[in-house]
Nanobody, 123 residues
Framework: QVQLVESGGGLVQAGGSLRLSCAASGRTFSSYGMGWFRQAPGKEREFVATITWNGAVTRYADSVKGRFTISRDNAKNTVYLQMNSLKPDDTAVYYC????????????????WGQGTQVTVSS
């Protein structure tokens, strides 16, 4: 069992930056691949970024590539999402998720989810 708690969301102007954190409970954090997803009002939850269990491989949605960076610290049981050059279209609730140890882009393959943190980007 893994419990995930996101933090770091907030209101930021377009062009600004935020860093999201996702703290995990449990001793097996390092065995999970981790992902970030987001859901805007009236839209389906969509993939943002994922990282393998050891941090060696990452993958990003085209919409955030070059602006967002996913990373993890297994010693701290934490995964991060550094978001730069934010745009109003990035406004959403951001969720972290734990799943298979490799690269996984699909919501259905993740086993555990956090409650989400709101990110609002003003124009």
């Amino acid at each position: 069992q893994v419990q995930l708690v996101e933090s770091g969301g907030g209101l930021v102007q377009a062009g600004g930056s935020l860093r999201l954190s996702c703290a995990a409970s449990g001793r097996t954090f390092s065995s999970y691949g981790m992902g970030w997803f987001r859901q805007a009002p009236g839209k389906e939850r969509e993939f943002v970024a994922t990282i393998t269990w050891n941090g060696a491989v990452t993958r990003y949605a085209d919409s955030v590539k070059g602006r967002f960076t996913i990373s993890r610290d297994n010693a701290k049981n934490t995964v991060y999402l550094q978001m730069n050059s934010l745009k109003p279209d990035d406004t959403a609730v951001y969720y972290c998720a734990a799943g298979p140890p490799g690269i996984t882009l699909y919501t259905g393959t993740y086993d555990y989810w956090g409650q989400g943190t709101q990110v609002t980007v003003s124009s």
